[in-house]
């Protein structure tokens, strides 16, 4: 079975500051990893994926994730946030061989102060 | 790009109301699904489809049913609304790459 922990439910920065949102997973089979965001009043997009290929993924709007077997993580960077930043954010697992079926992390609330 | 839509985006329903929530995608796949949204609780799979009339539970089922009789379309039905059921409703569908969204159906149950 998948499960997926999202360690912080809201994450405060300042405006150019890095960004950190870390996401811990379990699998029983080699996982595909997501994140995905939604803005306020927004369906969710995809950020960023990591299918088996390379461990360093880079998404959009600046993002990028490292998978780390050893520790089970999925952290979400960006090495300097904007104001359009703020949003909810999804860690998300699949496991390859189990199907289509993504197990969804509760989401981390970020706020990008002024 | 592939676009999924849902019919509605706000519905206030009352209690013991039979509901339809309908998602259109248009890309001919053939995995859908219907998830709950709730804060807090992320998203949470309620049912989702293989293939046209085929459709399995997800781990919160229970008050809802669904059906897919053309492959773009997946309906979601609350038979008998209860005010638990008050939550946003989101469609999607899948490919290994992952998952594209509808805009969500944020329902109230009065």
């Known amino acids: 079975a998948q499960s997926v922990t999202q360690l912080d439910s809201h994450v405060s920065v300042s405006e150019g500051t890095p960004v950190l949102l870390r996401c811990n997973y379990s699998s029983s089979y080699s996982p595909s990893l997501f994140w995905y965001v939604q803005h306020p009043n927004k369906g969710l997009q995809l950020l960023l994926k990591y299918t088996s290929a390379a461990t360093l993924v880079k998404g959009i709007n600046g993002f990028e994730a490292e998978f780390k077997k050893s520790e089970t993580s999925f952290h979400l960077t960006k090495p300097s946030a904007h104001m359009s930043d703020a949003a909810e954010y999804f860690c998300?697992?699949?496991?390859?061989?189990?199907?289509?079926?993504?197990?969804f992390g509760p989401g981390t609330r970020l706020s990008v102060l002024p | 790009d592939v676009k999924v839509t849902q019919s509605s985006r706000y519905l206030v329903k009352r209690t013991g109301e039979k509901v339809f929530l309908e998602c259109v995608q248009d890309?001919?796949?053939?995995?859908m699904f219907w998830y709950r949204q709730d804060p807090g609780l992320g998203l949470r799979l309620i049912y989702f489809s293989y293939d046209v009339k085929m459709k399995e539970k997800g781990d919160i089922p229970e008050g809802y049913s669904v059906s897919r009789e053309k492959k773009e379309r997946f309906s979601l039905i609350l038979e008998s609304a209860s005010t638990n059921q008050t939550s946003m409703y989101l469609c999607?569908?899948?490919?290994?790459?992952?998952?594209?969204f509808g805009s969500g159906t944020r329902l109230t149950v009065v």
């Open positions: 890309m001919d796949h053939e995995n």
């Open positions: 998300v697992v699949s496991a390859r061989n189990y199907g289509q079926n993504f197990v």
């Open positions: 999607a569908t899948n490919i290994r790459a992952g998952y594209t």
